[in-house]
């Protein structure tokens, strides 16, 4: 079985700051990982994912993320917020299929950039 | 390349009537998933069909809930006799051959 947690359902920086989401994972396999971006009343977009080759990986928007296996971690980082990243992240894991089956979803944590 | 197409966007049903959702995948996506977020939570997986064949459904509720990925057409969402609990945003998405899931822009589903 596997599980996403996500450490604060609300998160608020300010404008220029550094923007750090915690996201920890549990897989009895090699996880998958994801950050996904959502949009007040619009679907989910793909900020960036792990598939077992570098453990730093650079997504869109500036926002990147480090796997620690040691620390079962996926944390969502970019190093100066702007107004428009406002907006709920979520992280998510797969089987070693990576997406093919059904990701497992965090609850959320809702970004609050303040000016 | 047009995205993930959802219909409708909103969609206002009465207890006991039945609501179908539609899903339209990426040109060349032959894979579609159903998730479906309640407020205040996360996405919950549903189901995963390839074209005619549903590959897991370990998501979907026993009863009233349905999914097909017809041959030709969209994926469908059948929830049958719908109740209160049933008011969430159902997402659909879709994969090609990557491992990547592509997301449409939900329907709002609200059970009066």
């Known amino acids: 079985a596997q599980s996403v947690t996500q450490l604060g359902s609300h998160v608020s920086v300010s404008e220029g700051a550094l923007v750090l989401l915690r996201c920890n994972y549990s897989?009895?396999?090699?996880?998958?990982l994801f950050w996904y971006v959502q949009y007040p009343n619009q679907g989910l977009q793909l900020l960036l994912k792990y598939t077992s080759a570098a453990t730093l990986v650079k997504g869109i928007n500036g926002f990147e993320a480090e796997f620690k296996k040691s620390e079962t971690s996926f944390h969502l980082t970019k190093p100066s917020a702007h107004m428009s990243d406002a907006a709920e992240y979520f992280c998510?894991?797969?089987?070693?299929?990576?997406?093919?089956?059904?990701?497992?979803f965090g609850k959320g944590t809702h970004l609050i950039i303040q000016p | 390349n047009a995205g993930v197409m959802q219909n409708p966007r909103h969609l206002v049903r009465r207890r006991g009537q039945e609501a179908r959702l539609r899903c339209s995948p990426m040109?060349?996506?032959?894979?579609v998933y159903w998730y479906r977020q309640l407020p205040e939570e996360g996405l919950k997986f549903m189901v995963y069909?390839?074209?005619?064949?549903?590959?897991?459904e370990s998501g979907m509720p026993k009863e009233r809930f349905s999914a097909e990925f017809p041959k030709e057409g969209p994926s469908i969402l059948r929830i049958q006799q719908v109740v209160r609990g049933d008011s969430a945003a159902y997402f659909c998405?879709?994969?090609?051959?990557?491992?990547?899931?592509?997301f449409g822009p939900g329907t709002r589903l609200t059970v009066l």
């Open positions: 897989s009895s396999v090699p996880p998958y």
């Open positions: 998510a894991v797969g089987y070693s299929g990576g997406g093919a089956d059904g990701l497992t």
């Open positions: 040109k060349g996506h032959s894979h």
């Open positions: 069909l390839q074209k005619e064949n549903i590959i897991d």
């Open positions: 998405a879709s994969r090609g051959p990557t491992d990547t899931q592509y």
